[in-house]
């Protein structure tokens, strides 16, 4: 078939689709086109049914020599069909990279690109032309959108950056890409929920193209607290970057992740002095 | 496994298609346009079509049931990162469905 052939037909194949089986053409292209990921995934070893358990050494592991890190979720070489993804959340990875070492420039799209350093200093350099260097209490944001190139690097030449990097699907495709940072003060988290990324532009925090919110909580033993669900449907990931907590019953130690859904609330409690990370995402 | 790979920017698929390349056994083609992915969908027998940058609804969904029409039993997914390291758990649960 020519490519006008193949335009006209496509069309008129469409319509007969849709009005055939009486459903919209969102329909009919949901049925026919996989989103893989972006569906929680329950594990057998859950402590509930609307929880998800995710222990610190239960992380891939990917040593190669300049980078150390963890994988919560599916990168790369690890490959765990069970741990794909917590809703829109879909990388959670836990890197320490060598002085002066890095990632060279490469590209991406469509997916909405968080960094958080928790220890030393990491450059960055990317295709809108931002040159940055982030460090503990920054938090970055990249909407790779239709796409972008980047590289990241440690910006000191004898000692290790440990950063944060998450990857959440986007709730719109093909925006122009964007990039932002922003410095929060950390005593602004102490025995409080400090709100660094949210989808509403006038509020706190970095924005982001989903429906997501992160809190960061630096809390000192016995603290106790509550996070309510700010958009109903939505699950809470938390991760414990430093110490020992307690949400919802479940005892969590340094680097475990703990999704939970269908909820309204999640109740914290720091068991030592303790650094979470909350991630509350779209679960569908 | 055949891969063909659908997106705008000619960079990102150039990296995706060297990613999948690398993978054993995994042969990946690219289109920039959709009469081009028509073009080599119809010239080749593909198991997986990636779907990724640039590729709005309208042309995702013409070229979704084109193919399901020439090949059921073929594999569509949306891409997202643009080549990183998402993109083997991407193709091997695509293969699962």
Redesign the interface.
């Given at each position: 078939?020519d490519?006008n052939g193949?335009?006209k037909?496509?069309?008129t194949?469409?319509a007969a689709?849709v009005g055939a089986a009486k459903v919209t053409?969102?329909e009919?292209?949901a049925e026919?086109?996989?989103?893989?990921?972006f569906e929680h995934l329950p594990s057998l070893n859950n402590k509930t049914m609307n929880s998800v358990l995710h222990k610190a050494n239960t992380r891939g592991h990917a040593n190669h020599g300049w980078l150390d890190t963890n994988h919560t979720f599916?990168?790369?070489?690890y490959?765990d069909?069970e741990r794909?993804n917590f809703g829109a959340l879909?990388?959670l990875n836990d890197d320490f990279v060598d002085g002066g070492q890095g990632f060279g420039r490469?590209?991406?799209?469509?997916?909405e690109i968080i960094s958080i350093p928790l220890a030393g200093d990491l450059e960055h350099k990317d295709s809108m032309g931002n040159v940055a260097v982030i460090r503990q209490n920054d938090v970055q944001i990249m909407s790779?959108?239709?796409?972008v190139?980047h590289s990241e690097y440690n910006k000191n030449p004898d000692s290790k950056v440990n950063f944060l990097q998450i990857?959440l699907?986007?709730k719109e495709?093909?925006i122009t890409p964007r990039y932002d940072q922003r410095t929060f003060k950390p005593e602004d988290r102490v025995n409080k929920l400090q709100q660094i990324v949210s989808p509403v532009k006038e509020d706190n925090g970095v924005w982001i193209n989903q429906d997501a919110w992160f809190h960061l909580g630096n809390f000192k033993k016995d603290f106790k607290t509550d996070y309510t669900i700010n958009k109903k449907g939505n699950g809470v990931y938390a991760f414990v970057i430093n110490g020992d907590v307690t949400i919802n019953g479940q005892k969590l130690n340094k680097r475990d992740g703990f999704g939970v859904w269908d909820t309204d609330k999640l109740s914290i409690a720091a068991d030592s002095d303790a650094e979470v990370l909350l991630m509350e995402v779209p679960m569908n | 496994m055949n891969i063909l790979v659908i997106g705008r920017h000619p960079d990102i698929q150039q990296t995706i298609l060297r990613l999948l390349n690398n993978q054993p056994g995994w042969r990946a083609a690219g289109a920039l346009t959709d009469e081009e992915a028509v073009d080599i969908f119809a010239a080749q027998p593909f198991d997986v079509v990636l779907i990724g940058g640039g590729v709005d609804e309208s042309s995702e969904a013409k070229l979704a049931i084109e193919f399901k029409h020439r090949k059921p039993d073929v594999k569509i997914v949306r891409h997202f990162g643009g080549g990183s390291g998402l993109l083997f758990a991407e193709v091997m649960e695509a293969m699962k469905k």
């Amino acid at each position: 078939m020519d490519r006008n052939g193949f335009l006209k037909k496509s069309i008129t194949t469409l319509a007969a689709a849709v009005g055939a089986a009486k459903v919209t053409k969102a329909e009919k292209q949901a049925e026919i086109v996989q989103q893989v990921g972006f569906e929680h995934l329950p594990s057998l070893n859950n402590k509930t049914m609307n929880s998800v358990l995710h222990k610190a050494n239960t992380r891939g592991h990917a040593n190669h020599g300049w980078l150390d890190t963890n994988h919560t979720f599916s990168f790369a070489h690890y490959y765990d069909p069970e741990r794909m993804n917590f809703g829109a959340l879909r990388v959670l990875n836990d890197d320490f990279v060598d002085g002066g070492q890095g990632f060279g420039r490469h590209p991406h799209d469509n997916m909405e690109i968080i960094s958080i350093p928790l220890a030393g200093d990491l450059e960055h350099k990317d295709s809108m032309g931002n040159v940055a260097v982030i460090r503990q209490n920054d938090v970055q944001i990249m909407s790779a959108g239709t796409g972008v190139y980047h590289s990241e690097y440690n910006k000191n030449p004898d000692s290790k950056v440990n950063f944060l990097q998450i990857w959440l699907f986007p709730k719109e495709r093909n925006i122009t890409p964007r990039y932002d940072q922003r410095t929060f003060k950390p005593e602004d988290r102490v025995n409080k929920l400090q709100q660094i990324v949210s989808p509403v532009k006038e509020d706190n925090g970095v924005w982001i193209n989903q429906d997501a919110w992160f809190h960061l909580g630096n809390f000192k033993k016995d603290f106790k607290t509550d996070y309510t669900i700010n958009k109903k449907g939505n699950g809470v990931y938390a991760f414990v970057i430093n110490g020992d907590v307690t949400i919802n019953g479940q005892k969590l130690n340094k680097r475990d992740g703990f999704g939970v859904w269908d909820t309204d609330k999640l109740s914290i409690a720091a068991d030592s002095d303790a650094e979470v990370l909350l991630m509350e995402v779209p679960m569908n | 496994m055949n891969i063909l790979v659908i997106g705008r920017h000619p960079d990102i698929q150039q990296t995706i298609l060297r990613l999948l390349n690398n993978q054993p056994g995994w042969r990946a083609a690219g289109a920039l346009t959709d009469e081009e992915a028509v073009d080599i969908f119809a010239a080749q027998p593909f198991d997986v079509v990636l779907i990724g940058g640039g590729v709005d609804e309208s042309s995702e969904a013409k070229l979704a049931i084109e193919f399901k029409h020439r090949k059921p039993d073929v594999k569509i997914v949306r891409h997202f990162g643009g080549g990183s390291g998402l993109l083997f758990a991407e193709v091997m649960e695509a293969m699962k469905k």
